[in-house]
């Protein structure tokens, strides 16, 4: 009794150091350093940007009239991480006033161009089935 215990504590043992985690460690290069230096900057220019935004009195009245309460906006912006903080900035920078409708009627237009022409519908005489 005493052996089949102590070889099914063996076997119990061999089968859980297959989930042991292993750690490396690895050398920091200068490069990595002094761009990790120039990115918190960066960061603190994206979280200054968007607290700046969430100030501002017209996008305060936006954000009541959606329903949502401004100081918790900016607990929310404050607490983004930095990368995520410096996409938000460019995504505004980038993004269009009054959104993209065009596009969003040539993305339907060229769906449904292709499910005419894949044969799924029949929307467009002009196409013809590949079906």
Excluded at 22 to 38: F, N
Excluded at 48 to 76: H, I, S
Excluded at 119 to 129: N, Y
Aim: hydrophobic share 55%; no cysteine.
């Amino acid at each position: 009794m005493l052996k089949r215990t102590a070889h099914l504590y063996i076997a119990f043992s061999i089968a859980i150091t297959g989930f042991a985690q292993s750690a490396s460690a690895a050398l920091v290069g200068a490069e990595d350093v002094a761009r990790a230096q120039v990115e918190q900057p960066a960061s603190r220019d994206a979280h200054a940007r968007l607290q700046e935004l969430l100030a501002r009195p017209d996008v305060q009245a936006e954000l009541v009239r959606q329903g949502v309460d401004p100081a918790l906006a900016a607990e929310r912006a404050a607490s983004l991480s930095a990368e995520d903080a410096q996409k938000l900035a460019a995504n505004m920078d980038s993004a269009p006033a009054g959104g993209d409708v065009l596009g969003a009627i040539l993305l339907v237009f060229f769906v449904l161009l292709l499910t005419d022409i894949l044969g799924f519908t029949k929307i467009f005489p002009f196409t013809r089935s590949v079906r």
